[in-house]
């Protein structure tokens, strides 16, 4: 079956830590990855996105993602936490077969401590 | 920039109400998509539309229809608005497989 697994429901993290959001897929032809970032009370914004090529992609607000196909996971990634970074965060699986529909993660939720 | 709009971003109906979401998008994209979002459960589609006057029910599409008239506009409709529809309803819009494009979310309260 096809299904996205963000393991961690809430994260928190120190402004000016490191973050890293873990992101586990199965499907069964090539995926089509995405990071979204909905802030409270709004709509989902994309961060980033692969289709193919270099599997290490930069998104928006200083994020970027790896795609490894051997463990099926897409985790995202900041050198540095700013305050404004909390958010919940979803990840997603799509694919040419799917007729644009998506697959989301149930979320995580990120905290970012003064 | 791909813009995606709600027509509401709070309402409140009461329980048996038909209740009417519209969701219009500006980038001439063929799909169109309406979710509900709640606490815990992350996303589920309810239904999706890739072309006017087509249409797909999507994982939880027991109480609500849509139309697509115009390939800009994707209506969510609440037949007989239950407690249990309180929920964050969002819209988003694709061309073909790519990345979808949200709206900014209607909250929904049904007392």
């Known amino acids: 079956a096809q299904s996205v697994t963000q393991p961690d429901i809430h994260i928190t993290v120190s402004e000016g830590a490191s973050l890293e959001l873990r992101c586990n897929y199965s499907?069964?032809?090539?995926?089509?990855l995405f990071w979204y970032v909905q802030s409270p009370g709004q709509g989902l914004q994309l961060l980033l996105k692969?289709?193919?090529?270099?599997?290490l992609v930069q998104g928006i607000k200083g994020f970027e993602a790896e795609f490894k196909r051997s463990q099926s996971s897409f985790n995202l990634r900041k050198p540095s936490v700013h305050w404004s970074d909390a958010a919940e965060y979803f990840c997603?699986?799509?694919?040419?077969?799917?007729?644009?529909?998506?697959?989301f993660g149930q979320g995580t939720e990120l905290s970012v401590k003064p | 920039d791909v813009k995606v709009t709600q027509s509401s971003r709070y309402l409140v109906k009461r329980t048996g109400e038909k209740v009417f979401l519209e969701c219009v998008q500006d980038?001439?994209?063929?799909?169109m998509f309406w979710y509900r979002q709640d606490p815990g459960l992350g996303l589920r589609l309810i239904y999706f539309?890739?072309?006017?006057?087509?249409?797909e029910k999507g994982d939880i599409p027991e109480g609500y229809s849509v139309s697509r008239e115009k390939k800009e506009r994707f209506s969510l409709i609440l037949e007989s608005a239950s407690t249990n529809q309180t929920s964050m309803y969002l819209c988003?819009?694709?061309?073909?497989?790519?990345?979808?494009?949200f709206g900014p979310g209607t909250r929904l309260t049904v007392t």
């Open positions: 539309s890739y072309d006017v006057k087509m249409k």
């Open positions: 997603a699986v799509g694919g040419y077969n799917q007729g644009g529909k998506l697959i």
């Open positions: 988003a819009s694709s061309q073909t497989a790519y990345e979808q494009y």
């Open positions: 692969y289709f193919s090529g270099d599997t």
């Open positions: 980038m001439d994209h063929e799909n």
């Open positions: 499907y069964g032809a090539t995926p089509y």
